[in-house]
Protein backbone atom coordinates (compact mmCIF):
# COMPACT_ATOMS: atom_id res chain seq x y z
CA UNK A 1 0.00 0.00 0.00
CA UNK A 2 1.39 3.57 -0.89
CA UNK A 3 1.41 5.80 1.68
CA UNK A 4 -1.53 9.05 1.53
CA UNK A 5 -0.70 12.04 -0.98
CA UNK A 6 1.56 14.97 0.13
CA UNK A 7 2.97 12.59 2.94
CA UNK A 8 6.65 11.19 2.83
CA UNK A 9 7.98 8.26 4.11
CA UNK A 10 10.40 9.35 6.87
CA UNK A 11 14.05 8.26 6.30
CA UNK A 12 15.36 5.50 8.47
CA UNK A 13 18.12 6.49 10.41
CA UNK A 14 21.09 4.71 9.60
CA UNK A 15 23.39 4.69 12.90
CA UNK A 16 27.10 6.40 12.33
CA UNK A 17 29.52 7.71 14.04
CA UNK A 18 27.73 11.38 14.54
CA UNK A 19 24.84 8.97 16.25
CA UNK A 20 27.05 7.32 18.74
CA UNK A 21 27.39 9.23 22.35
CA UNK A 22 31.24 9.62 23.80
CA UNK A 23 32.26 7.40 25.54
CA UNK A 24 33.29 8.23 29.26
CA UNK A 25 36.93 8.22 30.89
CA UNK A 26 36.83 4.62 32.43
CA UNK A 27 34.02 3.19 30.80
CA UNK A 28 32.12 5.02 33.82
CA UNK A 29 33.95 2.41 35.71
CA UNK A 30 33.19 3.52 39.67
CA UNK A 31 35.31 1.19 40.73
CA UNK A 32 38.03 2.63 38.61
CA UNK A 33 37.03 6.30 39.92
CA UNK A 34 36.72 5.76 43.75
CA UNK A 35 40.31 3.96 43.71
CA UNK A 36 41.76 6.50 41.80
CA UNK A 37 40.58 9.36 43.85
CA UNK A 38 41.81 7.16 47.13
CA UNK A 39 44.99 6.50 45.85
CA UNK A 40 45.11 10.52 45.09
CA UNK A 41 43.98 11.56 48.42
CA UNK A 42 46.29 9.02 49.95
CA UNK A 43 49.57 10.66 47.68
CA UNK A 44 48.39 13.98 49.09
CA UNK A 45 48.76 12.53 52.73
CA UNK A 46 51.99 11.12 52.42
CA UNK A 47 53.54 14.36 50.63
CA UNK A 48 51.98 16.49 53.53
CA UNK A 49 53.07 14.28 56.36
CA UNK A 50 56.95 13.94 55.09
CA UNK A 51 57.83 18.04 56.16
CA UNK A 52 55.21 17.88 58.57
CA UNK A 53 56.65 15.34 60.93
CA UNK A 54 59.91 17.03 60.17
CA UNK A 55 58.41 20.50 61.87
CA UNK A 56 57.20 18.41 64.48
CA UNK A 57 60.91 17.52 65.26
CA UNK A 58 61.28 20.87 65.59
CA UNK A 59 63.37 21.81 62.59
CA UNK A 60 62.68 24.59 60.66
CA UNK A 61 60.79 24.01 57.34
CA UNK A 62 62.66 25.03 54.23
CA UNK A 63 60.78 26.79 51.32
CA UNK A 64 60.59 23.32 49.74
CA UNK A 65 58.79 21.87 52.51
CA UNK A 66 56.14 24.80 52.44
CA UNK A 67 55.68 24.19 48.72
CA UNK A 68 55.58 20.69 49.46
CA UNK A 69 52.63 21.18 52.27
CA UNK A 70 50.76 23.46 50.05
CA UNK A 71 50.88 21.14 46.81
CA UNK A 72 49.39 18.21 48.91
CA UNK A 73 46.89 21.03 50.59
CA UNK A 74 45.82 22.15 47.61
CA UNK A 75 45.72 18.29 45.84
CA UNK A 76 43.19 16.70 48.93
CA UNK A 77 40.49 19.98 48.50
CA UNK A 78 40.74 20.06 44.49
CA UNK A 79 39.64 16.37 44.09
Known amino acids: MSPPRGVE ?3 EAAPGPAQA ?3 PLFGGCW ?3 LLSGAGLLMAAVWVYQGPRNAMKKGIAPSMGAIAQITFAAGEGRGG
Request: some cysteine; aromatic content about 0%; overall charge positive.
Open 9 to 11: AAP
Open 31 to 33: SCR
Open 21 to 23: SPR
